[in-house]
Structure formats: C-alpha cells, structure tokens
C-alpha cells in the first residue's frame, strides 16, 4: 500500500495509523512523510496499552539526538478529535469490523477536509479454498464473509468521502504442512461468523482438520491458499449544504431568466 503513496501529493501534517498494531506500518509513514505526527490509534485499552510499551521500547539510545523527539503518540479511537488527520491509515484491518459502514463513517469523522484515506483489506476472492474444503466436510464457515472492492466503493462515498479509487491483486501463500498453515491463520485472527461453531472444538476434530488440510496442496504437495488483497483510498471534501426541498422563485425573477435564456439556473 505504501507503493501508492506517491500519487498522492499532500503532505499531512498528522497521520492517523489506525489498529496501529495489526497493520505494522509505522516505520513506512515515518520514512514517507518524516516532518508528520504520527499517531497510533486503537480500539481497545488493551491494544493501546500494548502498542505504547511497543513503541517506548524501540526508542533510540540515551546519547541518540533523536531521543529528544516527542514521544510516541498513542489514542484510543474515540479520542481522535474530529478532522485530527490529514491522511487516516488503515492497513489489513477494515475486514475485522462487522460493520464497515459505521467504521468508514468514523474515518470520516478523524479526516481532515481535503485530507485522503488509504486502506487494504481482504476481499472474497480470500481463502476460497479453505471455505470449499469446511463445506465438503459438512463444517460451519471458517471466517466471516469478506466485502466485494465494489461494494467498499459505495460504502465511502456513503460515508462521505469522494473520488474512491479501488484496485485488488491475488496473492498465493504456500506452508510446509497443515500446522504451519493453522499457525498462521490464526494469527489473522478469529472466525467471528455468526454462524460459526458454537462452544470449543474438540481434539479429535482438530485432528480431522489436519487430516483434511492435505487437500489444499499444489503440485509442489504443499498446502496453498489464495489471498485477494483490495486496496482503496478517497479524500474527504468540503462539506456542503444541504437543498431546500422547496425553492421559491419571485415572479420577477422568473420573467428575468425567461428573458436571458437561463432556464437551467432552477433547479429541481
């Protein structure tokens, strides 16, 4: 996502990075836009208290110049004050969210006017593998459903941001064995699917899994998935007022723009 970067030519003053630590991108931003404030965002205490002794802890040296800089800047998401960043960051984390309307309408909140959002996020064309192999074996959806690029594309301009842009790319992960691949899913995180397995699975089915994974594999007889990766960004503009339903027009006036050929100044 960094790569598209350079298209856009603002230079924000403040970038938010929002679920600063799911998306590990700081050390982009800063080398990107190295005179902007940048401001790790976190939905929960837990996470922001996690990030903060992250960043503390990669602080230079003592005797380093750079120590004297401002620390690093970590908010809750509610603490963001409304138009705070010039550019809101949200790498690999929107397909989290069970509402990714009411999220972007937040982004829109935190954006500057003129100010521009960028994000990635998993589209449907992820781990259609996976999900085959759970229906062939009579198992509730392993992950929730992802969002078309298209659908994302109305969402922004619903929330309020205009010209989105929208583009995807397939990527193929392949793993030594079963373990490996489990390993790594999880830490993308839970299957949050309503409709998922209710209570713990048990060892026994665990075991069936890796069993099963074995279909998964290529040619080269390692187990492989597929990872569509939707890439978007719009800009925020100015806010305008709202249309009366009812405009109202003196006599004269109408007689005025007949006679100048101005017709197309009403509007209904």
């Not at 409304?82 to 809101?88: E, H």
């Not at 062939?136 to 969402?155: K, Q, S």
């Not at 249309?243 to 006679?259: G, P, S, W, Y």
């Amino acid at each position: 996502m960094a790569e598209r970067l350079p298209i856009i030519r603002l230079q924000p003053a403040c970038v938010l990075d929002w679920c600063a630590r799911l998306g590990g991108s700081r050390s982009l931003l800063q080398q990107a836009y190295p005179k902007a404030q940048v401001v790790a965002v976190e939905l929960a205490a837990a996470q922001r208290d996690a990030t903060l002794e992250a960043l503390q802890s990669q602080r230079p040296a003592w005797w380093s110049p750079s120590r004297w800089q401002a620390p690093p800047s970590v908010l809750l998401a509610d603490e963001v004050t409304a138009g705070q960043g010039q550019l809101l960051w949200a790498n690999m984390v929107l397909h989290g969210s069970s509402d990714p309307l009411a999220t972007m309408r937040r982004w829109h909140q935190a954006t500057a006017v003129d100010g521009f959002v960028m994000f990635s996020t998993l589209g449907p064309g992820s781990l259609e593998g996976l999900r085959a192999l759970y229906a062939r074996h009579g198992w509730a959806p392993p992950h929730a459903p992802f969002v078309d690029m298209h659908d994302l594309g109305d969402m922004l301009v619903e929330a309020g941001f205009a010209d989105p842009v929208m583009d995807q790319e397939m990527l193929t992960l392949h793993w030594a064995d079963g373990a490996a691949l489990l390993a790594e899913l999880r830490g993308l995180g839970g299957n949050v699917h309503p409709q998922r397995q209710a209570g713990l699975r048990t060892p026994r089915w665990q075991d069936a899994l890796l069993r099963a994974l074995p279909e998964l594999a290529v040619r080269d007889g390692r187990p492989a998935l597929s990872f569509e990766i939707v890439y978007g960004h719009a800009f925020r503009p100015a806010p305008r007022p709202r249309m009366k339903a009812v405009t109202t027009v003196a006599a004269e006036d109408l007689r005025t723009m007949a006679r100048t050929g101005r017709r197309g100044d009403i509007v209904s």
